[in-house]
């Protein structure tokens, strides 16, 4: 634990210097992967330790982003307060669409998510007059201290960090583990008098708050929103960031979203079929560690801990 601890340190001491060792374009990216990380282990907290297929976890992102874009520049409220209102109004849409889905089970309800989060995702899309339709959103106006790249890099790196631990120990908490039982078994965990369906909705509405977290997060970084940000293709994405770095670990999901935007960022300056790389690695990965890159070493730390004991 101690060891465990003590990386987890270095990487952070890591992080907070990445801004004077790296140029900015560099620190902007560094940037991304800290948010689509975060958007990641949000979601993996519903489809890893829930069992919930949310297929459309994409739409709470961009809902976060634009809500805290419109209050920047359609009002002239305090900065912070759009900070929040984008989060706000993510778990908003998570609980709506959450009271809607949550009576289907699996595949149905991430089919009817898609669908739900695809007529979202047309209104902002044609919604000209109030959202930008599919120009988006550019030139967001942001308080001094986040104008800069190095600002901005700071900002995401301490919301990220707490939102994480607070991710952390709600996964840890009782009420994680309930949740886990409710993944691995839903009847049985009904047979003992679990409330299924309301743990499995107030688990979308704090997965949907921290996705909307992260889109807040994107306004910071990249003073810009557009609607290809909540397309379903994204979630697509996303999703496959926890499978690739492993769903039932809880670093695993960021991890995979560190090497997804990496790959996406380098392997495009060298080829324009970069996904089709990142199409080869999945298979790969899927075929012999299919635990995800990250569930594959956790899986051989305890088995070398119970060869030692």
Not at 76 to 86: C, E, I, M, N, T
Not at 219 to 227: A, K, Y
Not at 258 to 266: E, K, N, P, S, Y
Request: aromatic fraction near 12%; include cysteine; charged fraction near 10%.
């Amino acid at each position: 634990m101690n060891g465990r601890r003590a990386a987890l340190l270095l990487l952070l001491a890591v992080l907070v210097a990445l801004p004077h060792a790296l140029p900015r374009f560099y620190t902007y990216v560094a940037a991304i992967v800290l948010l689509t990380g975060l958007l990641a282990t949000s979601l993996n907290l519903a489809i890893g330790y829930g069992g919930i297929y949310q297929f459309h976890h994409a739409v709470f992102y961009g809902i976060g982003a634009y809500g805290t874009a419109l209050m920047l520049t359609r009002t002239a409220l305090p900065a912070p307060l759009g900070f929040v209102v984008g989060p706000l109004a993510a778990a908003l849409l998570s609980l709506a669409m959450g009271v809607v889905c949550v009576r289907l089970s699996k595949l149905y309800f991430g089919m009817l998510q898609i669908s739900l989060g695809s007529l979202v995702w047309v209104t902002v899309y044609r919604w000209y007059s109030f959202t930008g339709g599919d120009d988006g959103i550019h030139g967001i106006p942001l308080p001094d201290a986040l104008g800069s790249t190095g600002g901005a890099y700071y900002f995401t790196l301490a919301v990220t960090v707490l939102c994480l631990a607070a991710m952390r120990r709600i996964a840890a908490s009782p009420f994680g583990k309930t949740l886990e039982g409710i993944r691995d078994n839903p009847v049985r965990s009904a047979a003992v008098g679990v409330d299924v369906r309301a743990h499995q909705l107030v688990t979308l509405v704090i997965a949907g708050f921290f996705g909307g977290v992260a889109g807040t997060l994107f306004v910071v970084v990249d003073t810009s929103v557009f609607p290809d940000m909540m397309f379903w293709t994204f979630s697509l994405e996303v999703l496959i960031m926890c499978l690739l770095g492993g769903m039932y670990t809880f670093f695993g999901p960021f991890a995979g979203a560190a090497a997804i935007v990496l790959l996406r960022v380098f392997a495009s300056h060298y080829t324009s079929y970069w996904s089709l790389v990142l199409g080869v690695i999945l298979t790969l990965v899927i075929i012999f560690l299919p635990d995800g890159i990250l569930g594959y070493a956790v899986r051989r730390h305890r088995a070398g801990e119970a060869r030692s004991a």
